[in-house]
């Protein structure tokens, strides 16, 4: 099936139309962050930058490392830029923009996401590095595509049944990190948690400054949900919608956290830049080991 120009859209220069990338730009290995001004911190790690492009929230760096080949992406915040990232991504890797049809042979993109998080349990020090396990989205997003073969339903009906999920609300979804991806990175440095992925800052996370939230309990709520052993450890705005299109795609996906805020001790990082520093040091070390 040939693509249509109002669905694969392409720029005057050829490039993808968020992104303003070509194919030859990115990596087979993608470090996803929030923050543009995260990316040049990534890249400075790097032996070579080859690629430095911008447009709009997304700037893009590729380059080596150790010899291994690098791209680094700012996807903005919250899920809906992650479905702009994630299809431009796959777009790049899997569709030919002259036919405009979608390549026989697929390819699978390793997707990495570094990224910032607040904890919601007492007993997670500030500074952890925290992988999700799984992640629990309450953006929707996964309910505008055919998503059920990649959920996890049991979870996410547990979830609603014990928070009392008003019916108002996007249903809750739930999905795993990729477990082969995963093992990569584990070590005693890290710990595994359940993520939520909210659509907001201030009142989708309990927060109130002037406008008050519907539950005065919300986070109260979520610390003491429980699942097969497994409790609500954090909360950050894109990790379900990564591991939901990855797995769709056919990607591998992790999402590595460090917790620079305990929302249920009042704590915040003395030093949250050395912190972040320390956690992409740690991934790179790894992606390139």
Same mark, same amino acid.
């Given at each position: 099936m ?5 669905e694969?859209i392409?720029n ?12 030859e730009?990115?990596?087979d ?15 400075s790690?790097?032996?070579?930058v080859?690629?430095?492009?911008s447009k ?18 700012s996807?903005?915040?919250g ?25 026989e ?11 910032t ?14 992988m ?17 073969s $990649?959920?996890?339903? *049991?979870?996410?009906?547990? @979830?609603a049944?014990?928070?009392?999920w008003?019916? !108002?609300?996007?249903?809750? #979804? ?7 991806l ?5 070590s ?9 992925t909210?659509?907001?800052f ?13 539950s ?5 709520k ?8 497994r ?10 919608g ?16 460090? $917790?620079?805020?305990? *929302?249920?001790?009042?704590? @915040? ?7 972040? !520093?320390?956690?992409?040091? #740690? ?7």
């Amino acid at each position: 099936m040939t693509l249509g120009a109002s669905e694969l859209i392409v720029n005057p220069d050829g490039s993808i139309y968020h992104l303003n990338l070509f194919p030859e730009d990115i990596a087979d290995t993608i470090i996803t962050v929030g923050d543009p001004d995260r990316v040049a911190e990534v890249s400075s790690f790097f032996d070579t930058v080859e690629v430095k492009k911008s447009k709009r929230e997304f700037y893009t760096h590729t380059g080596t490392l150790k010899g291994k080949r690098l791209t680094v992406i700012s996807t903005g915040i919250g899920t809906d830029n992650i479905d702009i990232v994630l299809n431009e991504l796959d777009a790049l890797v899997n569709i030919d923009f002259e036919s405009r049809m979608v390549h026989e042979a697929k390819k699978s993109l390793d997707i990495i996401r570094i990224g910032t998080t607040g904890a919601i349990q007492s007993d997670i020090p500030i500074d952890t590095f925290l992988m999700s396990e799984y992640a629990i989205g309450f953006d929707g997003l996964l309910h505008f595509y055919d998503s059920s073969s $990649i959920q996890e339903p *049991r979870m996410a009906q547990a @979830f609603a049944v014990q928070c009392g999920w008003p019916e !108002q609300r996007a249903a809750p #979804y739930a999905v795993k990190y990729d477990i082969t991806l995963a093992k990569k990175f584990l070590s005693n440095r890290i710990r595994l948690g359940v993520t939520v992925t909210c659509m907001g800052f201030y009142g989708p996370q309990g927060r109130s400054l002037r406008l008050n939230a519907d539950s005065n309990s919300f986070i109260e709520k979520l610390a003491s949900f429980h699942y097969e052993g497994r409790v609500i450890t954090n909360l950050e705005m894109e990790t379900s919608g990564i591991y939901g299109l990855s797995k769709l795609l056919g990607h591998r996906a992790v999402s590595m956290n460090c $917790i620079l805020a305990n *929302r249920a001790t009042g704590e @915040f990082s003395k030093n949250p830049k050395q912190a972040t !520093q320390d956690l992409i040091g #740690y991934c790179l070390g790894i992606i390139c080991g």
